[in-house]
Each structure stands twice: as C-alpha cells, then as structure tokens.
C-alpha cells in the first residue's frame, strides 16, 4: 500500500490564496485584478494555490486574433516545497478545474522570469508551447519597479508617460528595461493549438531547474486553511 498522501484541487477563498502568495510565491504580491483561485491540498494539508487572471497585459489576446473573454493569464503557482505531488501535477490538474469552469476559455498564456533564472520547466512538462522571450519595460516612480499596468492602475492613463509622472508624482521617475520573460502558451481549441504549433519554438534549458520544481516555490510549511469541502480530482 502506498503511503502517498492523496492530492485535493478545489476553489478556495482569497485569504487563502493570499497566504499562499505571500508566503511561497517569490513576487510576495497577490495579484489585483479578479482572479480564479484554486487551492491545493495534500491530504488535510494546505499547501497553496494556482490563480489565473486578465493577467497584466490588457491586450494580451490580440496577438491571437481572440476576444479578451477567451484569453487568461495564469499569475501565480504558490505551492509549498516538500510536497509529495510535483507542481506540473498540480498545474495540468487546475487546468482541468479551469476549463471545465469556464467553457469559453480558448487560451491561457503564461511567463517565466529569465531575470529569476527560470525557464518555465513546469510549461514544458504539461504540453505548453512556447512562443519565444517577451522583452517588456517598466517604470520606477517613488523607488518601485513595477509593471506600466500598475502604474496606470494607480495614477490613471496618465501614469504611463514619463514626463506626466515627473511632473505629478515622481520628478526621478524613469523606465527601467527588465530581463526578457519566456511566452508560453496552453491552448484548449484544437484549431488553435494546431495554428500556434507551427510557429512554436524549442523549449529553453536550464540545467539547474529540476523537473516538476514549482518556479515560484520558496521555503516554507504547508498549514490548515479553513474552506469549504474539497474533492479529490484526478488527472486522468
């Protein structure tokens, strides 16, 4: 008898998430925008949760000819290290929980930090195709590198250019080139998935990212998140 502890996907609350992101995700930032929550359990064991969102790119569905509708971003993998179930488990799992939820859903695109040394090893053990590094800017204003979404997020559509943040906010205010992030893609539309094959490229290696290691696993204990009944799903 295997003495593997059974592993539990279920939508869990935002506080939970939050606990997780805060605790285990390498950002230390729980995402703004509406998300889709997804915890992750080993037995009684909470052990984190996998958020999709709009992501911070508010066209990042254009490049594939698709509506904002059917496009998402999945922002956080949060999971605890010493888990028994690796995370591109745990990944293709919500993703299951995702599709099934959102029937509509054509797309799901996702990052790797090359600038943390990641590669997106997780993508590339659950089918994802790769689509090349995406090279993108961001803006310091009060001593923060963040995201120019943030930014506009925060001082409205004036926040994205420079001289106006100088001027109103910040006069050392300036963009900040970053390392380029991998593109990786998971399309549920088998027309799709067909079309960006043929444009995909080989997958990035690192020798250092280990198989199934969550990118954004920091160290840490699991704990108990109260939340409503979970049930065990499985892969197949």
């Not at 993508?123 to 994802?128: F, L, P």
């Amino acid at each position: 008898m295997s003495s593997r502890v059974e592993l539990k996907l279920d939508w869990c609350s935002h506080e939970a998430a939050k606990y997780a992101v805060l605790r285990w995700h390498y950002s230390r930032r729980m995402p703004n925008s509406k998300l889709v929550r997804i915890g992750v359990w080993e037995g009684a064991r909470f052990c984190g949760a996998v958020l999709y969102g709009v992501g911070a790119n508010r066209h990042i569905a254009s490049p594939f000819g698709l509506d904002a509708t059917q496009v998402c971003e999945l922002v956080r993998v949060a999971l605890a290290p010493g888990r028994q179930h690796p995370t591109s488990k745990c990944v293709a799992i919500s993703l299951k929980l995702l599709r099934r939820q959102s029937p509509g859903l054509q797309l799901v695109v996702s990052f790797a930090d090359s600038g943390r040394g990641h590669r997106g090893t997780i993508y590339q053990a659950t089918g994802w195709l790769y689509l090349g590094p995406s090279q993108q800017s961001y803006i310091k204003v009060l001593g923060e590198v963040v995201h120019p979404r943030s930014v506009y997020d925060r001082y409205g559509p004036g926040g994205q250019s420079i001289p106006w943040l100088r001027q109103n906010v910040d006069s050392r205010a300036e963009r900040v080139e970053q390392a380029p992030k991998h593109k990786y893609v998971m399309p549920f539309d088998r027309e799709l998935r067909q079309r960006l094959q043929a444009v995909a490229l080989p997958y990035p290696k690192n020798a250092d990212e280990a198989t199934g290691v969550a990118t954004g696993d920091q160290p840490g204990q699991g704990g108990s998140i109260p939340t409503r009944p979970l049930q065990p799903l499985s892969t197949r």
